[in-house]
């Protein structure tokens, strides 16, 4: 069997909204699931969310961008790769990446490639997420960038990890984020092979 995920929607015969904020909505949708030799109705909850894009940035010396971000919901101060939400409608996923990476790190980069694609909680959100490799970085001074950070992002200290660290504190439990932890390793598998076959910036999702 080719092990390659597929698109398919099961039979929806009704739906509720439940909560309907800021960015996400929480669903309730009656769906046709398989019982026996036929079919009955079954509800599932879910959030909607818009999706995100995610950047890990790799400079000449093998590093990564990494930045602390306060996250409410866990309680803690995860190390993260920067990123940000779908919030501009057509705008080019990886314009949306660059920007993130540009308001939150100070960095620009000029060589782009879709590392991977990931759908981060799949059995309670439809969030999509794909990351970008960024490589060829260059700073850029704070008076050119027209962000001001607030609240979470008020204070975000961003450091250069080896990518090899970087992994090890993955396995090691000390790095949490699910983004971050999936660009991680597929980095480093994907430096394994010479990062001769990533796909363009541009590449379809699927």
Known sequence: ????????SWQVTGSAEHFK????????????????????????EYVEHPGAVGTIALDGRGRILMLRQYRHPVGHLLWELPAGLRDVAGEPLWRTA???????AGYRASTW?????????????????RV???????????????FVRV??????????????????????GEIHNALAVSAILALHAARTRGLDDLRDKEAAEA
């Open 132 to 146: 970008f490799l960024a490589r060829d970085l260059e700073r850029v001074p704070d008076e050119e960038i027209d």
């Open 151 to 172: 609240h979470e992002e008020a204070d975000m200290p961003v450091v250069w990890v080896p990518l090899e660290d970087a992994v090890a504190k993955v396995l090691a």
């Open 98 to 104: 660059e920007r993130e990476l540009l308001e939150e």
């Open 1 to 8: 069997m080719d092990v390659q995920d597929i698109a398919e």
């Open 113 to 129: 490639h879709t590392l991977i694609d990931t759908f981060q909680t799949p059995g309670m959100s439809d969030e999509r997420v």
């Open 21 to 44: 904020g800021r960015i996400i909505t929480v669903r309730e949708d009656e769906v046709l699931m398989p019982a026996g030799d036929g079919l009955e109705p079954v509800r599932r």
